[in-house]
């Protein structure tokens, strides 16, 4: 089977993690996917695990010859991202693509290529999109689909291969993929993620990465006896998000550029609420930018009294730049591989995160690679059958070389 194949079957599945639920995982609907992948891997003849928490562990023994070799993981999320709707996906093929707009069934809206100029670059390969009504779930279920692709040649061509570790977690959209992974039961010495957008891309630099909360409460009388009383909650926190500086926010900023991003708000006189995202590649200045939103608080509440404002900022991950560093044969390895696919390597910092930045924390070095994939999180969401193809290639010829270094 294909992958493009496994994953027109896997996007079907509903499977949005929800930051709001605090459980783990944090939709039962996860195990959905999870069951049947543990199934899969089963049906391939691979031993296969899933535990209470929805991690789904397998694994394949080195074949003989390359008992020495290296242990590879890897690692792909089952959760969609709750940005957009994930429930009640249609995938759609379009087969030799014709590089011109694409309209997204009856739901109004239109993949354009002057909002994405990639488009033309793939014209004449057969495109996955959906209707228009929900996102596609390519993220990571292209990287669920490849890995499975890849086990099973490596099971049916006698592909020879040093032991073989494979995860699928749940949560990686909302920062809780790795919070009960479980390393030492994966039993690999090294892995990559299969999370990242265009194949023959990887990333080993990510990154730094909080979120921040803050709450702030008004002093509310009627407005004919306000004078020089009341605080409005929602006036002082959009006071807040004008101190913070107005290009630094995700449309303005790109490469090794940081940001404050306003995820949510919502308020009245009484109380207000606004939720953030803090990113930035450089260690300093991610320190740096929580300093100023604390600098902030603390301006505000010197102005209107002190518990005005409330923030919390609790950090995600960080950089796996400085974990993978002393381990840069993973790079090296996977762009020889990509190279050896017929396309030209790209290298570019991650402007997110990855399952990857947080175990390369935890001591299991784990670069990120692409799978092929494009505007992840929302309804204009496509990747290609051939970019899927590319990226199982890819992912074998990684197998291959460690392999052949075992011997």
Known sequence: MRAYERLLKYARVYTTSDDKTGTHPSTERQFDLARMLVDELKGLGIDAQLDDKCYVYASIEASEGCEGA??????????????FNGEGVKPRLIENYDGRDIVLGDSGRVIRTDQFPHLQQLKGRTLIVTDGTTL???????????IMTAAERILTENIPHGKICIAFTPDEEIGGGTDFFDIERFGADYAYTLDGSLEGEMEYENFNAAAAEITVHGFNVHPGEAKDRMINAALVAMEFNSMLPAAEIP???????????????????????LSYIIRDHSKERFAGRKEQMQQIAKVLNERYGEGTVELAIRDQYYNMEEMIRPHFHLVETALAAIEEAGLTPVTRPERGGTDG???????????????????????????????????????????????????
């Open 136 to 146: 596609l779930g390519s993220d990571d279920k292209s990287g669920i689909a490849e």
């Open 70 to 83: 290296p242990a590879i993981g890897l690692i792909a999320h089952m959760d969609t991202a709750p940005d």
């Open 251 to 273: 449309a303005r900023t790109e490469g090794y550029e940081g940001f404050f991003h306003l995820t949510d708000m919502d308020g009245n006189n009484e109380t207000a609420h």
């Open 357 to 407: 930045a947080m175990l390369s924390y935890k001591g299991l070095p784990c670069p990120n690679l692409g799978t092929g994939g494009f505007a992840f999180h929302g309804p204009y969401e496509h990747c290609t059958v051939e970019g899927l193809d590319l990226t199982v290639e890819i992912v074998l010829g990684i197998l291959r070389r460690y392999a052949a270094a075992g011997k």
